[in-house]
């Protein structure tokens, strides 16, 4: 496997079932990111990991549970969500944000299309 | 704060015609600027990047100047070709992570 792998790639879920999506990167990496995808709206900056430590949450919803057990992974554990997450759940990797002749670059990853029901 | 502002979409073009897709941000400071592109179905895939004043980016036959004069970062090719139907964001580098506009969709028909 080469660059960021999403996986389930298509994702339908009741609103009471409990669910997690799973990303790997495969760059060397130490900074992880989940971004939320709708139509019609922009690109949403949900949680950003520096180091396996979260640097950012940007208000989401505590029905949305990151998890990052090593710089290669992370997770998005997901419980009672609502038909309005319906959604592209994109992954990104990079380089630790400021390091020293970083590029910030952000590698994304295929997405999982995510159906609330 | 930090942001983008791409032009409204979507772009239809024919085949071998030119390209623009207007980009301008709002930034403290001279941030790296990006082109990404999604193709249906798939993730953001950097196209190109710029990371100071008077720089110029290209790729595949894209090109983007930063000009800090106007803070903007426009996306030109000269001859389109139907694969490069797609929807382009332009980011910057924002504290933690970029910050992207809302994305241009491009249609390109032969």
């Known amino acids: 496997e080469t660059g960021v792998t999403q996986t389930p790639r298509h994702l339908v879920m009741g609103m009471t079932n409990k669910k997690s999506l799973k990303c790997e990167q495969h760059l060397g990496h130490n900074a992880m990111y989940w971004y939320k995808q709708s139509a019609k709206k922009p690109l949403e900056l949900m949680f950003v990991y520096s180091l396996e430590e979260r640097v950012e949450n940007n208000s989401v919803p505590s029905r949305f549970s990151p998890e990052c057990p090593n710089s290669s992974h992370l997770f998005l554990h997901l419980h009672t969500l609502q038909p309005e997450d319906s959604a592209l759940y994109l992954c990104?990797?990079?380089?630790?944000?400021?390091?020293?002749?970083?590029?910030?670059?952000?590698?994304f990853g295929p997405g999982t299309r995510l159906t609330v029901t | 704060g930090d942001s983008v502002t791409q032009m409204e979409g979507p772009v239809t073009l024919s085949e071998e015609a030119f390209l623009t897709i207007n980009c301008t941000y709002t930034?403290?400071?001279?941030?790296?600027l990006f082109w990404y592109v999604q193709y249906p179905g798939e993730g953001l895939q950097l196209l190109l990047k710029a990371t100071k004043a008077d720089d110029k980016g290209s790729n595949k036959g894209f090109e983007a100047t930063y000009r800090k004069e106007t803070t903007s970062f426009h996306l030109e090719k000269g001859s389109v070709q139907v694969s490069d139907s797609a929807v382009y964001f332009c980011a910057l580098r924002g504290a933690t992570a970029l910050i992207f506009g809302k994305g241009t969709t491009l249609s390109v028909s032969s």
């Open positions: 990104a990797s990079s380089q630790v944000w400021g390091q020293r002749g970083g590029s910030y670059e952000q590698y």
């Open positions: 930034a403290t400071g001279y941030p790296s």
